[in-house]
């Protein structure tokens, strides 16, 4: 892939480390575990979210934009990092918030909603789930214009083909920190949600023809919308990247560790980050990352993932996020 083909901001400055997880693999007995430190890219807090924003808001600078416009739930750890982006670049930011928990909105939250007051968001516009998300952020950006200003809408999770370039070049930064590890991976289990991240990577390891096949752990929807959402993903950006299509059978979502909903806590989430944190003293978040961690766990203990597979957890981040569920996840709450 040629990337340096596309505008670029610069938000981390080198490669994330991958890492061994050793006592987490000794406690499940095996399988081979390693995680990609998303968590550690560059911007407020880091995870996925910094690596598509390097390439939308290269994209927004071009167009002369002075308001980066987003959506996303209410504890959004993408709304933070298009904030943190918007303060980086001397831009303003607005936000709207999708409430897919009917009244989960709350102005004093903690976590992210929090981070959001501290990075100066300039504006929030709370909706509910079901409302037209599209129609929201459009409305921002005309009220911009009619005062002379150029807003800019990132699309939720900043997963378009321009954002979603920024995982088909991590999947080659893996590719290559493999190559100098000396370490084959067999697999990459990531969470999937609004899919710039599992469609990026899809793409970047096609396109590499790197023969490593990727589980996504979805987070809100069934395995077949999924499936057809982030397949859908692929052909835009590989037709924007110009590279080759990502073949229907390398895209595999799982849904059995969604639980009662998207933001919605499980008993298996709160198992994998408290396992994380204890055995790796790595934070997960209670959303995304638990789920995922939950659902690389249960295909362990199934014997879906073979005990030798030398695997790649993608941490994306979001562990701000921790501090709005504490009550959850806290030791006192697990012990009941
Ligand atoms: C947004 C997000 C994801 C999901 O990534 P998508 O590209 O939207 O699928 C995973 N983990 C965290 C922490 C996130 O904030």
Redesign the pocket.
Known sequence: MQLARFPRRRYTLSQTPIERMEHLSGHLGGAQLYVKRDDLLGLTSG???TRKLEFLVAEALKQRADTLITVGAVQS??CRLTAAAAVREGLKCRLVLEQRVPGSYRADASGNNFLFDLLGVEKITVVNAGDDLNAAMEAERQALAAEGRTGYIIPG?G?NAIGSLGYAACAEEILQQGFDMGLEFDRVVV????????AGLLVGFNANSAGLPITGIN?RRPAAEQEANIHALTAQIADYAGVAAVPREAVVCRDEWVGPGYSLPTDEMVEAVRMFASLEGILL?P???GK?AAGLIGLIRAGEIGRDERVLFVH???SPALYAYQPILSGAAAAQ
């Open positions: 995870g996925n979210k750890n993408h999770g997963s969470a999937s949600g609004s899919g710039g991240t599992h987070v978040d959303v995304y990352t995922a994306t981040g979001g």
